[in-house]
């Protein structure tokens, strides 16, 4: 058994760059037709023109419903069905509760949470119709743990892993798995735009870096391998599941700061 997906088609959402266009690279590469969602259609036709013939580009955001069942039914009927949704399209904001003002609050759960429901919503009757299929969400170590001055992610990224295990145990009868990667800090557009807020964005990325016990960053397509692997035969008797591919980001103890300050933990 190899991790291969010819002549299965995967729908990913957030697919023209960062993390959904590395994945869309990877299920490409092995051997799968991929239907490629996002809002900057600018982005998404370059990136879909460069994986050829088996790629796709359908301009939708994910936070509205008849965007999103318009696009996945056009991948449907274009690609002869659906083996594989990838939900990876998502937004940072920052703020505490106070600080948050209700439309971003709204803005960040309808990208993150309910773009995943609603892409779902709308692939499980392909995958069903397939004899099953594989989800794979995209969290984030914010999916079980906070960073500060971000109560909209932080909650938006939790719910994501809450819906990954109501629809594991949904449809798990009818051979659907249902899984959630939960990144670490992942070099993207997205993070450079977070560390662009940081009067020193240099020193924002150089932190990025030490909060992983392997100590750099990760990168977009190690993220991608975890959610090629998860929608694979080879994750055959996994379902529910939150892997984290966060660098060793969650294992120490007070976090790296607290390894790295002198303290008896770091005698070796
Ligand atoms: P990027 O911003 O680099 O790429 C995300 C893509 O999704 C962009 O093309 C973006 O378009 C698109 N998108 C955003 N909102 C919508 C929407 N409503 N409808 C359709 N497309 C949309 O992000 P990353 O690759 O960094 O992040 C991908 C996922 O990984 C997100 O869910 C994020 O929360 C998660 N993640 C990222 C981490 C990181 O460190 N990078 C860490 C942990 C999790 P536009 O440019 O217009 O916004």
New binding site residues.
Partial sequence: MSIRFDRKVAVI??????????TARKFAELGASVAL????TA??EKTATALGKNARAYT?????GEQVEHAITSAARDFGGIDVLV??????RYGTAASTSEETWDEVL???LK?FFLASKYALPHLLARGGGAIVA?????SIAALGNAAA?VAS?HG?LGLTRALALDYARQNVRVNCV?????????????ASLDPDPQHVLES?DRMHALGR??R?EE?ANAIAFLASDWASFVTGAALLVDGGMMVPAGGMGFQESGTGARAK
């Fill in positions: 959402t957030g697919a023209a760059m960062g993390i959904g266009g590395a969602l996002d809002r900057d982005e998404l939708c955001d994910v936070s509205k939900s990876n399209a998502g937004i940072q309808e990208t993150n773009g995209v969290g984030s170590v914010q992610y990224k994501v939960l990144p670490g800090a992942i070099d993207t557009p997205m993070l450079r735009w977070a990025c960053m990760g977009p993220v």
